[in-house]
């Protein structure tokens, strides 16, 4: 019974950067877990009893504690288990990550899909707000192997599964290369480091599946 209850559960979905990235997490601490794939698109009763407030993925189930929201999953789960940390140490360190982190969530991320596929200013407009954004991680990249460092940490945790497995792709369903190398070169040299590192190579999707995906998500926004 102990066993039981000790055994980590996840519920996600396949093309969500969110449960992605809790999956980098969870492999790099070398933590055994049941994942349980979700119908985004009809909400399973598990999910809605797991997580009535948000009634999305990821959720994190540990010990009978239930926990929703990606950033608050990969610090608990880096508190949990202390092997192969992933926050930085410092406080004002760790602060400026959850800081990037929510820069990448809530800015990066609506700028460069929602404002494209509604493009009420125009194409051309929302492709430059949205490489303006990411200059800011190109500059925050540069001279580092990645961004926590020399290892792979939080934040490359959630850029990665944000930006280069999730919404490039559904910008070159669109026909847009959002991160030419010669306008960032940094964060393309990142890229190539995290597709050398296993565990995010597992918990990367299929990239013309996801792009079908991300078409069809961007299609449903136009009409929304």
Known sequence: MAEKEERV???G????PFSRRVEMALKLKGVPYEYLEQDIMNKSPL?????PMFKKVPVLVHKGKVLPE?????????????NNPILPQDPYEKAMAFLWAKFVDEQVAPTGFRSVVRAEKGIEVAIKEARELIMYLEKEVTGKDFFGGKKIGFLDMV???????????GWEGMGI???PEEKFPEL???IKKLNEVEIVRECIPNREKQIEHMKKAAERNKLA
């Open 9 to 11: 559960k996840l519920l």
């Open 13 to 16: 979905f396949w093309a969500s």
């Open 47 to 51: 999910l809605l009893e797991l997580n």
């Open 70 to 82: 990606s950033h608050l999953i990969l610090e608990y789960i880096d508190q949990t288990w202390k």
């Open 159 to 169: 850029v990665g599964s944000m930006i280069p497995f999730c919404l490039a792709r």
């Open 177 to 179: 290369d959002m991160i």
């Open 188 to 190: 393309n040299r990142w």
